[in-house]
């Protein structure tokens, strides 16, 4: 066993640092709020998108997307998420289709999960989705249920309705 401390609530977080290091070792920090944002939820860096951040805030009720430049280590915001209670941090999100921004939103018009495509929701209303599993040849696999006590795999391929592959 080996102890990894961990802040206990009400301290201090651990300082978390990103770095883009080059094959000659050179390195160039990633730089965001992270009096704000103390938390690095995820980094992906995949093609057909940029360096990506997902961000939150300590009391969990805002998430940032951040877009980075490699070379000067500046981050854009390119989406954040608000909730007034809690923003739940979906598995395979911040991804990208074709240039094109993956993530989820509640869209409490329906009460649904729902999966965005540049911000746009691309699932209908009652299809919860709890995780983006792969994005690859046009499309977007997801675990999601119509039913709360089923998981399907899904295909969603934006301007199409949603397919189901798992029975």
């Not at 009096?35 to 940029?50: C, Q, R, S």
């Not at 805002?62 to 981050?75: F, K, N, Q, Y």
């Not at 009652?126 to 499309?139: F, M, P, R």
Request: proline share 10%.
């Amino acid at each position: 066993p080996v102890a990894l401390p961990y802040p206990a609530a009400g301290t201090a977080n651990a300082a978390v640092r990103l770095a883009v290091v080059g094959l000659d070792g050179d390195r160039v920090e990633v730089v965001w709020d992270r009096a704000a944002f103390p938390y690095l939820a995820a980094v992906v860096w995949e093609p057909g998108g940029p360096l990506t951040l997902l961000v939150q805030a300590r009391d969990q009720t805002e998430t940032r997307v951040l877009g980075a430049d490699p070379d000067s280590g500046a981050t854009t915001e390119l989406a954040t998420h608000r909730d007034r209670a809690w923003v739940e941090l979906v598995p395979g999100v911040p991804a990208w289709l074709d240039g094109r921004l993956v993530m989820t939103v509640d869209d409490p018009g329906c009460d649904t999960r729902r999966l965005t495509v540049d911000g746009v929701p691309v699932t209908p209303p009652g299809l919860q989705i709890q995780e983006v599993v792969a994005v690859t040849g046009g499309a977007v696999l997801v675990a999601g249920s119509e039913e709360p006590t089923e998981v399907h795999l899904w295909r969603v391929v934006p301007g199409h309705p949603a397919e189901r592959l798992s029975g």
